[in-house]
């Protein structure tokens, strides 16, 4: 069987949408009935030689692994739709493009996940929402511009997109979530918002291209990982409302220069610019009141540090020493 034709098709009340088609490998279309609305959770998973989908212009809900591991090449999404379940198109290594009609509010959790060969993605302009590992692992992915309606980037949600270079952040977003961005290893800069209040543990980790970012008045919390392995990291601004710098979050900064800590900040924590070789000279303001065990191990081009408030601040900020 290479196709099917649901158009008319009638389905009894006992039947299980669910996993219908599941794994049936020689499927290669499909053509859904014109008065569908849903299309059931796993009822095409792993169907991977199926490349051609109809989707009628009355569906509003794509479930959960739906489509996963699909040959699905490319798409037309009703602009009727809107839901799109979890992992709905995950590892659809063959899809190239995606455009999400206007309808759609949240794409769920790992939604687009694996789809390696992805490189263009519309986003809907009523998006307010980017889940879990949504586009988590799109390793072909160089660019994308999220839409102005979007409050919140989830955990992870571009985890993995090792080509992504440009990124454009929306004015109303609020935070970034844990991982959103590690391991983009392409990525060069990046403008955060004002607006934005949190960026949550590893956000950037190891995005080894990432140059310069400036961190708005609005963010209040940086924290732990949020910028560990940004090996060519030369440049950061550290605003007012921070008041404390957590554990690891300049971790392996190997090209981070120059720093200057806001008179607000209080605390730094354990291992937070551990591993920065190239960091001069540091100004820590009189309102730090504890540094954590190995700050500032392994600076080793350190040469000032000066606090007037800790009179054994040497002591602890010395390349190469440990507390």
């Known amino acids: 069987m290479s196709s099917i034709n649901l158009e008319n098709l009638t389905m009894p009340e006992s039947t299980s949408y669910a996993c219908l088609f599941r794994n049936c490998y020689e499927l290669e279309s499909v053509k859904l009935p014109k008065n569908a609305t849903i ?3 796993l009822i095409f998973d792993g169907c991977y030689n199926l490349k051609n989908v109809d989707i ?3 569906v509003t809900t794509i479930g959960f692994c739906a489509f996963q591991d699909c040959g699905i090449e490319s798409i ?8 799109i379940g979890e992992e ?45 590992e949504a586009f988590c692992n799109c390793t072909e992915l160089e660019s994308i511009i999220i839409p102005d309606s979007v409050i919140s980037i989830d955990e992870a949600a571009f985890k993995g997109c090792t080509k992504l270079k440009n990124i454009i952040l929306p004015n109303l977003l609020t935070a970034i979530g844990s991982e959103a961005f590690s391991n983009c290893i392409s990525l060069e800069s ?4 004002d607006g934005v209040i949190s960026i949550q543990g590893r956000a950037f980790e190891n995005c080894t291209s990432l140059k310069s970012i400036k961190i708005p008045d ?9 910028f560990d ?8 601004t550290i605003p007012n409302s921070v008041t404390l710098i957590d554990m690891c979050v300049f971790e392996n900064c190997e090209s981070l220069e120059h720093i200057k800590l806001p008179e607000t900040v209080t605390e730094i924590r354990n291992s937070a610019f551990e591993g ?8 820590l303001p009189d309102t730090v009141k504890a540094i954590g065990e190995h700050a500032f191990s392994e600076c080793t081009s350190l040469e000032d540090a000066f606090s007037s408030s800790l009179t054994k601040i040497f002591a602890w900020v010395k390349p190469g020493s440990y507390s």
């Open 229 to 236: 392995g940004c090996k060519k990291l030369k440049d950061i």
């Open 190 to 193: 990046i403008n955060i918002p």
């Open 276 to 283: 920065c070789r190239s960091l001069k000279n540091i100004t």
């Open 218 to 226: 609005s963010v209040k919390n940086i924290d732990s990982y949020a």
């Open 56 to 58: 009628p212009d009355t």
């Open 76 to 83: 037309t999404l009703p602009s009727s739709l809107t839901t």
């Open 39 to 41: 299309i059931h959770s």
């Open 88 to 132: 709905a198109f995950g590892k659809c290594t063959n899809l190239e493009s995606i455009t999400i009609p206007d309808s759609v509010t949240i794409i769920d959790e790992g939604a687009f996940k694996g789809c390696t060969k992805l490189k263009n993605i519309t986003l809907s302009s009523s998006l307010t929402t980017i889940s879990k």
